[in-house]
């Protein structure tokens, strides 16, 4: 492998026009597809198999034309002049505005005056418009209906706002990529100490970004994507484009300052570092696509579409970047800046340097950094322990925005959560009193007094029904055999006590069937949140053994060790349960949550366990790749294991410092964003990132490897023999090309630079 690697970057490096104008041409290709064929996204969530989406078809297959799942958006009205919205002037005008918004897809208009949803103040109020279609098929005309209404009630002296899922649609600042990109400039100009030099890695990930961005933009046109997924395919693309890269560029810099050619350098460092590079991408893309395992459609988009982004990387790292060495040519090493050091990131073997002094010190203290690195990583995933996970609602939406404007006025008028409304299907085709059913599930559901703020049954049932309310609910009854039953609850949508409330009321109606006949179900847009964030919980043990499954037998393949694979494994479960623990105590508990731009505890973003394992494990495997294979080369070369860690810990640490580094900074860039799913991912790697390279990579592992010496390297000799050799370590090609007498430098290969 490391032989056509090898021919790869030294065909890629000569034939440098060729190479940079396919790209490009791919570049332009997708932008122009981009501007042309591009869709809106869509951030609804369903499943199939699931109770809240049962009770939607049961409501779509009896009274067709109807959209339980529509989208649906909140007008709410306030008044500051001391007057009241029931005022005849300020009717008038909430009247007035309400009729703007009427477009051929709004299904109904559900005034304040009509519904009651007026505050006791009589100074806030709001209406409900439900849509026939869900938010990523409306149009603009729709839109511009809605804000329509706005400007003429804000015109008569009301403040509106616009609330609701209709017209939300989570969007990532292109401050996140632009701050990703400065700190990962500053990064590779302390790596490399050369203007040029930094610059390659930025020019190759920025390219590959746009490629994959336009191209999943231009699939918006034709399927349903979530706003998520390009926001975490630009971060995935931007921080792996940027490392692989980096670990290229670092080792064609090493091979240049040894005195080769320069095409035989780039063919080198391709076939060498193009090898961790290639393995460590396919355990990433294997980490994202076994996502669709879940067989959760959103989940499995992000991850595809994550996986596409790597592979993009790796492809560009592997071919565009020795293209634009050869572009580059002596200036690629050169070019260096006044105040910084022209630097070799791989280090002269004869220099001591820090990484060299931090592995030395972790070998002499191995047992205390193992014990005290463990004992740090329990307490900081102690907060895993009380994670609650939920779908983000409005009440984390950015301060002073109308979304939030609208959930805050709303919740403090009307109860948090008049924000969710429960509602209770009773199917009633199976039973042989219709009404009495309604009414019994009615009572139950009055009968709950922990966190219910109201029960609106159906018109017709209750002993306060008049006898033609109770004949006109008892004919609809025999026309669809379905009613509907409204609970408002204390709690919002997405908190805790929302969800116990969800479990006492399916658990209270659980024995209907076999009193009446009939059954409930618990439906409407926060149980769905409930329900999707509970299979998602189901689905994890499964996703976890199959994606650790695969990259274990992949890494058996690069490293020929059985305890080197274990060891990647455990050290990743370390890095995830210290992510999750930080998240946890700054979204769910506050704890500094100012300072990425937050100001309100929200639960975990109920895809963030899944997402977080499958993002994390693969780019903990890169480091582990990087870092442990530069180990395995000194090893293979006859170096002695113990010594093997200190000389590939040496070589490798400053690059897999500045590849951390930058992605820590791209990660974190996006955590300062507006959107909540998108804070959460960007601060979760983050975090995951610092742990697994500083703690778990150079600090746990060089001191578990230095315990255990010679047989961290242990193989069955059967299994030695029937596993092909990939020569991760570029050992055979060494061999063909024939190894240089003397690698170290001197004054007439420098001089060649």
């Given at each position: 492998?490391?032989?056509?690697?090898?021919?790869?970057?030294?065909?890629?490096?000569?034939?440098?026009?060729?190479?940079?104008?396919?790209?490009?041409?791919?570049?332009?290709?997708?932008?122009?597809?981009?501007?042309?064929?591009?869709?809106?996204?869509?951030?609804?969530?369903?499943?199939?198999?699931?109770?809240?989406?049962?009770?939607?078809?049961?409501?779509?297959?009896?009274?067709?034309?109807?959209?339980?799942?529509?989208?649906?958006?909140?007008?709410?009205?306030?008044?500051?002049?001391?007057?009241?919205?029931?005022?005849?002037?300020?009717?008038?005008?909430?009247?007035?505005?309400?009729?703007?918004?009427?477009?051929?897809?709004?299904?109904?208009?559900?005034?304040?005056?009509?519904?009651?949803?007026?505050?006791?103040?009589?100074?806030?109020?709001?209406?409900?418009?439900?849509?026939?279609?869900?938010?990523?098929?409306?149009?603009?005309?729709?839109?511009?209906?809605?804000?329509?209404?706005?400007?003429?009630?804000?015109?008569?002296?009301?403040?509106?706002?616009?609330?609701?899922?209709?017209?939300?649609?989570?969007?990532?600042?292109?401050?996140?990529?632009?701050?990703?990109?400065?700190?990962?400039?500053?990064?590779?100009?302390?790596?490399?100490?050369?203007?040029?030099?930094?610059?390659?890695?930025?020019?190759?990930?920025?390219?590959?970004?746009?490629?994959?961005?336009?191209?999943?933009?231009?699939?918006?046109?034709?399927?349903?994507?979530?706003?998520?997924?390009?926001?975490?395919?630009?971060?995935?693309?931007?921080?792996?484009?940027?490392?692989?890269?980096?670990?290229?560029?670092?080792?064609?810099?090493?091979?240049?300052?040894?005195?080769?050619?320069?095409?035989?350098?780039?063919?080198?460092?391709?076939?060498?570092?193009?090898?961790?590079?290639?393995?460590?991408?396919?355990?990433?893309?294997?980490?994202?696509?076994?996502?669709?395992?879940?067989?959760?459609?959103?989940?499995?988009?992000?991850?595809?579409?994550?996986?596409?982004?790597?592979?993009?990387?790796?492809?560009?790292?592997?071919?565009?970047?020795?293209?634009?060495?050869?572009?580059?040519?002596?200036?690629?090493?050169?070019?260096?800046?006044?105040?910084?050091?022209?630097?070799?990131?791989?280090?002269?073997?004869?220099?001591?340097?820090?990484?060299?002094?931090?592995?030395?010190?972790?070998?002499?203290?191995?047992?205390?950094?193992?014990?005290?690195?463990?004992?740090?990583?329990?307490?900081?995933?102690?907060?895993?322990?009380?994670?609650?996970?939920?779908?983000?609602?409005?009440?984390?939406?950015?301060?002073?925005?109308?979304?939030?404007?609208?959930?805050?006025?709303?919740?403090?008028?009307?109860?948090?959560?008049?924000?969710?409304?429960?509602?209770?299907?009773?199917?009633?085709?199976?039973?042989?009193?219709?009404?009495?059913?309604?009414?019994?599930?009615?009572?139950?559901?009055?009968?709950?007094?922990?966190?219910?703020?109201?029960?609106?049954?159906?018109?017709?049932?209750?002993?306060?029904?008049?006898?033609?309310?109770?004949?006109?609910?008892?004919?609809?009854?025999?026309?669809?055999?379905?009613?509907?039953?409204?609970?408002?609850?204390?709690?919002?949508?997405?908190?805790?006590?929302?969800?116990?409330?969800?479990?006492?009321?399916?658990?209270?109606?659980?024995?209907?069937?076999?009193?009446?006949?009939?059954?409930?179900?618990?439906?409407?847009?926060?149980?769905?949140?409930?329900?999707?964030?509970?299979?998602?919980?189901?689905?994890?043990?499964?996703?976890?053994?199959?994606?650790?499954?695969?990259?274990?037998?992949?890494?058996?393949?690069?490293?020929?060790?059985?305890?080197?694979?274990?060891?990647?494994?455990?050290?990743?479960?370390?890095?995830?349960?210290?992510?999750?623990?930080?998240?946890?105590?700054?979204?769910?508990?506050?704890?500094?949550?100012?300072?990425?731009?937050?100001?309100?505890?929200?639960?975990?973003?109920?895809?963030?366990?899944?997402?977080?394992?499958?993002?994390?494990?693969?780019?903990?495997?890169?480091?582990?790749?990087?870092?442990?294979?530069?180990?395995?080369?000194?090893?293979?070369?006859?170096?002695?294991?113990?010594?093997?860690?200190?000389?590939?810990?040496?070589?490798?640490?400053?690059?897999?410092t500045a590849a951390a580094a930058i992605m820590t900074g791209v990660f974190a860039g996006f955590a300062l964003g507006d959107a909540v799913m998108i804070k959460t991912i960007g601060f979760a790697?983050?975090?995951?990132?610092?742990?697994?390279?500083?703690?778990?990579?150079?600090?746990?592992?060089?001191?578990?490897?230095?315990?255990?010496?010679?047989?961290?390297?242990?193989?069955?000799?059967?299994?030695?023999?029937?596993?092909?050799?990939?020569?991760?370590?570029?050992?055979?090609?060494?061999?063909?090309?024939?190894?240089?007498?003397?690698?170290?430098?001197?004054?007439?290969?420098?001089?060649?630079?």
């Open positions: 492998m490391a032989w056509h690697l090898f021919r790869l970057g030294r065909w890629s490096f000569r034939h440098k026009k060729t190479v940079v104008g396919l790209w490009l041409a791919l570049l332009v290709l997708g932008g122009v597809g981009a501007s042309t064929l591009s869709g809106k996204t869509d951030d609804n969530f369903s499943l199939s198999g699931m109770e809240s989406t049962e009770a939607f078809s049961l409501i779509k297959d009896r009274t067709p034309g109807s959209s339980p799942d529509g989208a649906s958006a909140q007008l709410v009205f306030k008044t500051d002049d001391g007057s009241t919205l029931t005022s005849a002037a300020n009717k008038r005008a909430v009247t007035a505005a309400l009729k703007e918004v009427k477009t051929k897809h709004v299904a109904s208009i559900t005034s304040p005056y009509d519904a009651g949803t007026i505050s006791k103040s009589g100074t806030v109020g709001y209406a409900t418009i439900s849509y026939t279609k869900q938010s990523v098929d409306l149009t603009d005309a729709d839109e511009k209906a809605a804000e329509a209404a706005k400007k003429s009630a804000t015109k008569a002296g009301i403040e509106t706002v616009i609330g609701g899922d209709a017209f939300s649609e989570a969007s990532t600042s292109s401050s996140a990529e632009a701050i990703g990109v400065a700190i990962a400039l500053v990064v590779l100009l302390i790596t490399f100490g050369s203007l040029v030099a930094a610059g390659m890695p930025l020019i190759t990930a920025i390219i590959g970004v746009g490629i994959g961005i336009t191209g999943i933009t231009t699939l918006t046109g034709f399927v349903s994507l979530s706003s998520t997924t390009p926001a975490l395919g630009s971060m995935l693309g931007l921080a792996v484009g940027i490392d692989y890269a980096l670990f290229i560029m670092s080792r064609y810099r090493h091979e240049v300052t040894l005195g080769r050619p320069r095409d035989e350098a780039a063919g080198r460092a391709v076939g060498t570092a193009g090898s961790a590079v290639v393995f460590a991408g396919l355990t990433v893309v294997i980490a994202l696509a076994g996502l669709s395992v879940c067989g959760i459609s959103f989940l499995t988009q992000m991850g595809l579409a994550g996986a596409c982004m790597v592979a993009i990387a790796v492809l560009i790292a592997l071919t565009l970047l020795p293209a634009l060495l050869g572009v580059a040519g002596r200036r690629a090493t050169s070019g260096r800046i006044r105040f910084l050091r022209d630097r070799d990131p791989e280090g002269d073997p004869s220099v001591r340097t820090n990484g060299r002094r931090w592995v030395e010190l972790v070998s002499r203290f191995k047992v205390p950094a193992l014990v005290g690195g463990v004992l740090l990583a329990v307490v900081v995933s102690i907060p895993v322990t009380k994670m609650e996970l939920a779908i983000p609602d409005d009440a984390t939406a950015p301060s002073g925005s109308d979304a939030r404007v609208a959930y805050d006025l709303i919740a403090d008028n009307f109860g948090a959560g008049a924000n969710g409304p429960l509602v209770v299907v009773v199917d009633t085709a199976d039973s042989s009193d219709a009404l009495g059913a309604v009414n019994s599930v009615v009572s139950d559901l009055e009968a709950i007094t922990d966190d219910v703020v109201s029960v609106v049954p159906p018109t017709g049932s209750g002993a306060d029904a008049t006898a033609a309310e109770k004949k006109a609910l008892t004919k609809q009854l025999a026309s669809v055999s379905y009613a509907t039953i409204t609970v408002i609850p204390t709690s919002g949508p997405a908190d805790s006590a929302t969800k116990e409330l969800v479990k006492t009321i399916r658990a209270d109606l659980s024995d209907l069937p076999e009193q009446d006949g009939a059954r409930a179900l618990v439906t409407g847009q926060t149980a769905v949140g409930i329900d999707i964030s509970q299979k998602l919980n189901d689905v994890f043990p499964l996703y976890l053994v199959v994606v650790v499954g695969l990259a274990f037998i992949l890494l058996v393949l690069v490293f020929r060790s059985i305890l080197v694979p274990l060891k990647a494994a455990v050290g990743f479960l370390i890095s995830v349960c210290v992510s999750l623990g930080a998240t946890v105590a700054v979204f769910q508990w506050g704890w500094l949550n100012g300072l990425i731009g937050l100001d309100v505890k929200t639960p975990v973003v109920f895809i963030l366990p899944l997402l977080l394992t499958g993002v994390l494990f693969g780019l903990a495997m890169d480091y582990e790749v990087f870092l442990v294979s530069r180990m395995r080369e000194a090893y293979v070369h006859g170096t002695p294991a113990k010594e093997a860690v200190k000389e590939g810990f040496a070589h490798s640490a400053r690059v897999v790697l983050a975090v995951g990132v610092l742990a697994d390279a500083f703690l778990v990579r150079m600090t746990l592992v060089p001191a578990l490897m230095s315990i255990v010496g010679e047989r961290i390297w242990w193989l069955p000799r059967w299994l030695d023999r029937i596993m092909p050799n990939l020569d991760i370590e570029g050992e055979a090609l060494a061999r063909r090309l024939g190894r240089d007498q003397d690698d170290e430098p001197t004054p007439e290969k420098v001089e060649q630079r």
